[in-house]
């Protein structure tokens, strides 16, 4: 884990990019320190969702790992 607290964003938006072969997302993190923009593609997509998935399963059963 970090040795610092993590930012705690305060919005989050999105945006695509694209050129004439590639297609990503934006995931746009607003926090109090700025925002942080990551580039994601589909595979990103399926790794982020499940993370989530499991973050609200364990955020929802009240378990901290």
């Not at 320190?33 to 982020?48: H, M, R, S, T, Y």
């Amino acid at each position: 884990m970090s040795e610092k607290p993590p930012y705690m964003p305060t919005g989050i938006g999105m945006g695509m990019m694209s050129d004439d072969e590639t297609k990503v997302g934006v995931l746009i993190f607003e926090t109090a320190q700025g925002n942080f923009d990551f580039a994601v593609n589909l595979q990103a997509v399926d790794v982020l969702t499940k993370a989530i998935n499991e973050i609200e399963m364990h955020l929802r059963s009240g378990r901290t790992h």
